[in-house]
């Protein structure tokens, strides 16, 4: 059972893979200079606070059982540097019908880097599997 009101964290040491710079090396086209540096994406901050949200959320998930994400809304407030420690943290807002909503907060050292609200759902393996499935041999 999940409180309103419990928490939980996840903390987590940013390597250059997690940076802005990391990510646009792994995707690059020669058509764009993609002039980004070594410090913390977005994108990998939001990862972590899905990570801790779905963490949570595993202890209500029945066999066969798992949450995915279905609505981001965060604001990124600071740059961290490769080899700092990040801690995210969810706050359980409760349920509306079959979505888990959640406050989320990301901080380094020196403070918070993000917050905002995420929303999660638990649905079942086989129909998210199925469902994946079916969009690809829709194409």
């Not at 595993?58 to 600071?78: C, M, T, Y």
């Not at 420690?85 to 020196?110: I, M, Q």
């Amino acid at each position: 059972m999940l409180a309103v009101g419990q928490t939980e964290t996840v903390t987590y040491v940013v390597t250059k893979h997690d940076t802005a710079h990391g990510l646009s090396a792994e995707w690059k086209d020669e058509r764009y200079q993609d002039a980004y540096i070594d410090v913390f994406a977005t994108i990998r901050m939001i990862a972590l606070m899905e990570l801790v949200c779905g963490r949570m959320l595993e202890r209500i998930q029945a066999a066969g059982e798992l949450s995915v994400g279905v609505e981001v809304n965060v604001r990124h407030l600071a740059p961290t540097p490769v080899g700092a420690t990040v801690t995210a943290t969810a706050t359980y807002l409760g349920n509306d019908g079959k979505f888990h909503r959640f406050r989320v907060e990301a901080f380094d050292p020196a403070g918070k880097i993000g917050e905002g609200e995420h929303t999660r759902a638990i649905v079942t393996v086989e129909r998210l599997l199925a469902g994946a499935q079916k969009r690809l041999m829709s194409r």
